[in-house]
């Protein structure tokens, strides 16, 4: 039988969200989801019928996320129990390989989606084979279910300082759909990859870099495939509802952005700010061309430096773990980045015009 999408899902500890979020994804309109153990053919089934099953990957859960699933998603839901929390990418990594669709939702657990929210998708990169990855608009909620009208990402910017953060976030949604626009990446909270794309993007079987375990995998991705010269649009028509425990800031200039970055720096655990601190030096040193380097390089290493000295005064541990694990990394990183030039298929300057489109707004 022909799989038109991959549904994947990592959970951990998600008993609070689980539920809704599959639920949602049953509700997809115009989506004929496979039982389990279903052995049709493809005519029986109906060819011209999008085909989706749905993968769970439980990361040595705690709480009752697996008795949830197995209670109430069984016919539906192939569900595989890890004994360890081997982190976001090598899990996504595990469920791509073990997926057959000829599309790849990547979904987290605190996710609600639209009832038309794949189809939108499907359509979309049905109808253009340069888009590697679609993406929709993603406005907060809470849980139980509460939706809200504030954007929480409507894909990925990158500015002059190489700084990646999400469009949109904070600012309260005005309603209306518009045109799918391109943007620079798409956030891993919710996204519909083409498996060609993905399958293009991967360096040693390996679609989201593990060495990142987990945050700015994502944005570190979207470099890749920009890289490549595949395409990332958002469709504003597709909604999908995500809550985040820690926020980012609305975004403001001048020493008001730089007190919202440290407030929310402060809210966060040590191993998240951690991991997203080394893993942001982990994708400038993969991806960063030269030429940008150069030419941006006195506000990306003011930028850099100031962020340098907060941490290392407010969170020295985290400070001397990322400075350890860069001189470690630093031969792998290299090695990662040749790969990645040696195979780019754009010059720097296209990339250029993202930073460029940023500045402009």
Avoid at 251 to 279: C, T
Wanted: proline share 3%.
């Amino acid at each position: 039988m022909k799989i038109k999408v991959s549904i994947v899902i990592v959970t951990w500890n998600g008993a609070r969200y689980i539920k809704e979020c599959l639920q949602s994804i049953l509700r997809q309109q115009d989506i004929n989801f496979i039982k389990i153990e279903d052995n049709s053919s493809e005519d029986e089934q109906g060819s011209s019928a999008n085909h989706a099953e749905i993968i769970v990957i439980d990361n040595d859960s705690a709480d009752e996320t697996v008795s949830i699933i197995e209670n109430n998603f069984a016919d539906y839901v192939s569900l595989v129990k890890q004994r360890n929390n081997l982190g976001f990418a090598a899990t996504y990594n595990r469920g791509i390989h073990w997926s057959r669709g000829e599309y790849i939702l990547i979904l987290n657990q605190d996710v609600v989606l639209s009832d038309n929210f794949l189809s939108i998708l499907i359509s979309f990169l049905d109808a253009y084979e340069k888009i590697g990855v679609a993406i929709g608009k993603v406005l907060r909620c809470s849980f139980p279910f509460q939706p809200t009208n504030i954007i929480d990402s409507l894909g990925l910017s990158i500015n002059s300082k190489a700084q990646v953060t999400d469009i949109g976030a904070g600012q309260v949604d005005q309603g209306a759909a518009g045109e799918a626009v391109p943007v620079f990446g798409f956030s891993g909270a919710v996204a519909l990859l083409r498996r060609r794309a993905l399958f293009e993007a991967k360096y040693n079987n390996q679609f989201f870099d593990e060495e990142f375990v987990s945050y700015k995998e994502d944005v570190d991705l979207s470099w890749r495939l920009r890289w490549l010269n595949w395409d990332i649009v958002y469709v504003p028509e597709a909604v999908a509802y995500h809550h985040r425990s820690a926020r980012a800031g609305k975004e403001s200039s001048g020493w008001g952005n730089n007190l919202a970055i440290a407030k929310n720096y402060l809210a966060k655990p040590d191993f998240i700010n951690f991991l997203s601190y080394r893993n942001h030096l982990f994708v400038l040193i993969k991806n960063l061309p030269w030429l940008l380097a150069i030419k941006y390089g006195p506000k990306i290493a003011w930028y850099e430096f100031k962020k340098m000295v907060f941490v290392a005064v407010v969170k020295p541990k985290i400070f001397w773990q990322t400075l350890r694990d860069l001189i470690v990394q630093l031969p792998l990183l290299i090695s990662k980045r040749r790969y990645i030039m040696k195979r780019r298929r754009i010059k720097p300057k296209a990339l250029e015009l993202w930073i460029k489109q940023t500045t402009s707004r």
